[in-house]
């Protein structure tokens, strides 16, 4: 195992946000190293860390925890009180973690099976009864291949052995399988939640059309420029909207328009 920070930050933050993310993960390498011990394979972050695109008010920090073997239920209490603990000092969407073994890493299996899985969304479950939980939350997580494809293609190791020997391909089908159930239902999604649906509508198209896996904000930048140009104001509005503090209105009409525009395309690709 690799002891204190090895890894160079790779999103483009303020530094004080920068800083307090930095002593987050920080504390998350060393206390599950001490609790997992040399059942620890490794730490891996995905997502807006991974991509240099982070959004204090619209990211949460995203990563996957790989070990040799089922943790033990004590263990799981201990990698969740963690970060129940330390929710209060990182952006309000929090953590994304998921538990997985090295074996289904190597040789990937789709759906894939996880050990343990927490979000920000199942914060007040573990609070009223965090042993429930965690001998209930195990299963199988389509999202999975498109956290691993992220990993390799972006990724970085805050802990353990170098993705290139944990992780083995994912297949294509199973990666766009995986980023098109995001979309499945944008026509009726777009209105409540428009600038992910809109951005992510934009980055399924990019790697069906260019095999290109994107964040959401390279995806919305791809779409100005190969998306019909009647919509690149609309999806430069989804993308200050995302970068910035600020709650955006979006034309119902024209979004939904956008949604049937780039429903079609992307399943009829």
């Known amino acids: 195992m690799c002891h204190g920070l090895t890894w160079k930050w790779r999103n483009v933050m303020n530094n004080e946000n ?17 609790i997992l011990g040399n059942n620890l394979v490794g730490i891996y972050v995905h997502g807006s860390l991974a991509f240099g695109c982070f959004n204090s008010r619209k990211s949460d920090i995203d990563f996957i925890v790989v070990v040799n073997s089922e943790p033990a239920v004590e263990e799981k209490e201990a990698l969740i009180k963690l970060l129940l603990k330390l929710s209060s000092e990182v952006p309000e969407k929090g953590f994304e973690m998921s538990v997985v073994l090295a074996e289904v890493c190597e040789r990937f299996i789709y759906p894939t099976p996880f050990e343990l899985h927490y979000s920000a969304m199942h914060m007040q479950r573990c609070k009223e009864n965090l042993r429930k ?106 993308l200050k909207a995302y970068s910035n503090e600020e709650n955006v209105d979006f034309n119902e009409q024209i979004s939904l328009s956008f949604c049937h525009y780039m429903i079609e395309k992307i399943f009829k690709v």
């Open 18 to 34: 920068q800083v307090k993310i930095d002593k987050v993960l920080t504390e998350i390498v060393r206390q599950y190293e001490d």
């Open 133 to 238: 939980y965690c001998t209930t939350m195990k299963g199988t997580d389509k999202d999975l291949a498109a956290h691993f494809t992220v990993i390799k293609t972006v990724g970085y190791t805050i802990e353990g052995q170098p993705i290139s020997k944990v992780f083995g391909e994912v297949p294509r089908s199973a990666y766009l399988d995986s980023i098109e159930l995001d979309v499945k239902n944008a026509v009726e999604d777009i209105c409540d939640n428009p600038v992910y649906i809109i951005l992510n509508l934009c980055r399924v198209l990019a790697f069906k059309k260019d095999g290109l896996i994107l964040s959401k904000e390279q995806g919305g930048l791809w779409g100005m420029k190969n998306l019909d140009e009647r919509y690149e104001s609309f999806i430069a509005k989804a």
